[in-house]
């Protein structure tokens, strides 16, 4: 489980060039004889040559200044790089000190899906390969996954999977992948358990998400009824910009 937690974060750097060129040029006014012009001055008299001063060299490209950093008032915070809403965090176990969210799916339609697996090396196999027997489902089926990790004091990890997919997800054939899972219920609400792992389905609304998340949380996950889940304040804040 440990090993999942290097895997998800994926980050692309842009680079923006700005080029700012510029000349000018200033007309000088005509100089013409303040003497009186005679009948024969005014006709071999000769238009005025107009002339232009001429352009100053290119500027020097301006140097960006450094960032400035500034100390924590607790309210600062970076530009969000992302668009949209903030996530939704529903269903997570509270309590959560690492949250990665991507979308599979989007990612494998890539044209460059097969080496961005590759790239991810044996770590990376091990970790999609724990997410498809964890959730049951392969990553082609999962639209979005959220994956909320904490640890213990004892150092122990507890992680808990959110899979949003595109159809929905019917008790019966979830249990089918599930062998010698036994159907507990907490206070009228039934989830699977299997192997120490708890697989709930929301239904309703919610009827294309699964739950897997440890037995001892998913009590809080159900009570919380799809509100999100009291978290960390440094992490609350970090939500609003995500």
Known sequence: MPTLLGIFFLAMTAIVA???????SEAVPMETSSAPITTT?????????????????????????APVIVDDDGKSLWVS????????????????QIIMAIRPANLLKLADAEKIRTA???????????????????????????VGCQISSAGVWSITYVVHVAKPIDSASLLAKLPGAVEKDH????????NGTAYYLPGGAAKNILVAAPED??????????????????????????
């Open 18 to 24: 700005k080029f700012l060129l510029g000349t000018s």
């Open 41 to 65: 001055e005014a006709t071999e008299q000769k238009p005025p040559v107009i002339t232009t001063a001429p352009k100053p060299a290119s500027q020097p490209e301006p140097v960006d200044a």
């Open 81 to 96: 790089p992302t668009n949209g809403k903030p996530l939704d965090l529903a269903y997570l176990s509270p309590g959560a």
């Open 120 to 146: 991810l090396g044996p770590l990376g196999r091990q970790a999609i390969e724990t997410v498809e027997h964890v959730t049951t489902l392969p990553l082609r089926d999962i639209e979005q996954l959220l």
């Open 187 to 194: 206070e009228g609400t039934k989830y699977a358990l299997s």
């Open 217 to 242: 949380t998913i009590a809080d996950v159900i009570d919380l009824a799809g509100q999100s889940p009291p978290l960390r304040r440094d992490i609350e804040r970090l939500l609003t910009h995500t």
